[in-house]
């Protein structure tokens, strides 16, 4: 005789296996319905852009202004988040001065 510990992984096993194989047929329609909200919300950033990058470049702003601080009251910084710092300050002038190439290399990453 199992015991009910083990009467109840197998209900729980068969309970995730019937959600799969129900859900298989509406599997394909995932990536359809993915690509309509990020283009519906493509035309709502699209609007929102010069205000998301003025907000980006006083957060670098602020994030550089932190690690200066720092470095006044003589604490070291860990070379992991002065990495990110220079990384997103990065990306921030890309954004700002070359968007299309950014684009383009997303696009890029995610087609493959």
């Known amino acids: 005789m199992t015991s009910p510990g ?12 019937s959600v799969l194989a129900a859900s298989s047929c ?3 329609l ?3 319905l993915f690509a309509a909200g990020v283009a519906g919300s493509s035309t709502i950033l699209t609007v929102l852009r010069p205000y ?6 006083l957060l670098v702003a602020y994030g550089f202004f932190q690690a200066w601080r720092a470095k006044q ?3 070291r910084t860990s070379a992991i988040s002065s990495a990110l710092l220079w990384t997103s300050a990065g990306f921030v002038v890309l954004s700002i001065f070359f968007p ?3 684009a383009n290399a997303a696009a890029n990453l995610f087609t493959r």
């Open 6 to 17: 083990t009467r109840t992984s197998v209900a729980s096993v068969a309970a995730i296996g």
């Open 26 to 28: 509406c599997l394909p």
């Open 30 to 32: 995932l990536p359809f």
């Open 52 to 57: 998301l990058l003025a907000l980006s470049l």
């Open 73 to 75: 009251c003589r604490t």
């Open 100 to 102: 299309q190439v950014l």
